[in-house]
């Protein structure tokens, strides 16, 4: 780089344009006599560098992609279990208390139930609260059930509102 600098250099101080022409051209692109093409291998590189760098960003934004939608997936079947969990809990004792945690799989995919009682009147409602959680994925259903007596004095719940 520095004896085509200084070739250019003299060139321009002798003012002969012949000269400046022929130290260009036997320096060629790279700065060292009969090598040339030193600038066009330069950008290939680059331009080779950048294209692996955007397909590398590109294949982990897919693969991260997948792993959120699998959280949330494992995320909602964490929460139905639960709601089923704390439905057999309930018809098995109303009095089932004020809630529990499931046991985390493999993945360490996890649920937690919450029991909100409310008296109004002479019934009993309970907001069974259901919490799934995998990964930094959280998935929430709430259902509110009526206890109902019946003519044979046997209780029953009755789904009272979703959210």
């Not at 022409?21 to 093409?37: H, I, L, P, W």
């Not at 309930?90 to 499931?102: M, Y």
């Not at 206890?147 to 004095?153: D, I």
Request: charged letters at 25%.
């Amino acid at each position: 780089m520095c004896k085509i600098s200084l070739r250019i250099l003299y060139c321009i101080i002798s003012h002969t344009v012949r000269d400046m022409a022929d130290a260009k051209n036997r320096c060629g692109f790279s700065g060292a006599r009969g090598v040339s093409g030193g600038v066009a291998w330069r950008l290939v590189l680059c331009a080779a560098s950048l294209l692996t760098l955007g397909g590398a960003i590109f294949a982990l934004m897919g693969t991260f992609k997948d792993r959120k939608a699998d959280d949330y997936r494992k995320a909602l079947s964490k929460c139905d279990s639960g709601l089923q969990e704390a439905f057999i809990r309930l018809n098995a004792s109303p009095d089932a208390g004020i809630g529990f945690e499931g046991e985390p799989d493999e993945d360490g995919a996890n649920f937690k139930v919450e029991f909100k009682r409310e008296n109004r009147g002479d019934t009993l409602f309970v907001k069974v609260v259901s919490t799934g959680v995998s990964g930094s994925v959280k998935q929430v259903q709430e259902y509110t059930l009526r206890l109902e007596v019946t003519e044979e004095n046997d209780s029953m719940w009755v789904n009272a509102g979703i959210r």
